[in-house]
């Protein structure tokens, strides 16, 4: 059984020098753009935190349920869970970036405009970063518990950790549904802020399993093509296959309900959110983003034949990284830039970011063995063929 990875060299330089290209286009973006850049700033830091999130809700509940058959991989969500501070501490560089993205912020439109005014008790400079410190130091504390209860479970053994774990995880999505709820409102709603949707925060909290998932899915594949976890069979991929399909319908169902309610209520406080990204430039993006997010998972993988077929799923999953992407893309740049925009800015953002979040996940994954040896339910991994 391997048991341990080892990072590298030539992993390490890969990732350096995505960072390396990544810092000389964003300062490039920022100079020449200011606005563009701090939208892309907040896209691809929200993107790649939701995904960290999405993979600590995925673990919280493989504890919450007793879930045997996903035992082996747990390691993966967990390194995940790693990128969050470093989310937070490049979080708190909004605050140079307010007036770029967030109209709230102007000091003449709170004067002059009445809904602005009325929010500002809440939408103001100090209370968001109050609120987004204490969101962080929320995830992380509690994402912390769960790891060095695993960890501790692999040194000591016994059911104890793993109560531990249950125990933190049953309290961490509660504490994650409220804050990342609130996270959601604040950083991308709140860019529309005349704008407001009830759905909003469940359609983004479900994007962020979704999308967690896909990339947990994506890690396991690549490792097992690399020699590690070897002991993948079809029954895992279809377990795995039944969360990607189960949130593609979710997620498809909160985003049209979002949509429907709008279109049939056809109140203009409330339209204007679709009617300015239809009659803005966005509306290839809206159908691609239903494209990608539910049509392809809910088709490609409703077939056993197709959803235990590993090559499949793997491209399912890399398509669905491309689809968080463009979500949170539609969700952004309509009211930041008001017009679609894709250039050296934006890939050069995505190549930075992308870099970094995999050399802290990589960092993290090494740090302990990659199958967790003391898992109560780890033979039930390791042995799973029920279907």
Known sequence: MDNKITLTKGFQYV????????????????????????????????MFLSIAIGASFFIALQYISQSGWSAMFKRVPEAMMSYIPYAGILMLLLFFGMHSLYHWT???????????????????IPFFFIRMVIFFIAWVYMTRLIRNASLNEDKIGGRLFFEKS???????????????????????????????????????????????????????????????YKELNKSHLLDFSR???????VWGYFAFSQFMLIWYGNIPEETEYFAHRWNGGFKVVFYVNFFINWFLPFVL???????????????????????????LYDQIFPGVMHHPVFGIIEIGFFVGFTGLFLLIFAKALTAAK??????????????????
Not at 19 to 26: D, K
Not at 180 to 202: G, K, N, Y
Not at 243 to 249: A, G, Q
């Open 166 to 228: 249950e125990l933190y995880s049953k309290i961490f999505i509660f504490i994650l549904a409220i804050t990342f709820s609130f996270a959601t409102f604040d950083w991308i709603m709140s860019i529309d802020v005349h704008w407001f949707s009830t759905l909003f925060s469940l359609k983004n909290f479900v994007a962020a399993f979704f999308h967690g998932t896909a990339t947990v899915v994506l890690v396991v594949i690549m490792l097992h093509e690399r020699g590690y």
């Open 243 to 249: 969360y990607i399909f189960m949130l593609s319908i």
């Open 106 to 124: 102007h000091e003449d439109a709170l004067a002059t405009d009445p809904i602005i005014r009325h929010k500002s008790p809440y939408l103001n």
């Open 370 to 387: 990659l199958i967790p040896e003391n898992h109560p339910y780890l033979d039930e991994s390791l042995h799973h063929h029920l279907h």
């Open 15 to 46: 990732t350096f020098a995505m960072m390396a290209v990544g810092i000389v286009i964003i300062a490039y973006g920022f100079v020449a753009d200011p606005t563009r850049a701090w939208a892309n700033f907040l896209l691809n830091n929200y």
């Open 301 to 327: 993988l409703l077939p056993q034949v197709l959803n235990k077929n590993i090559q499949v799923v793997k491209a399912v999953v890399i398509l669905l990284i491309a689809g968080q992407y463009l979500d």
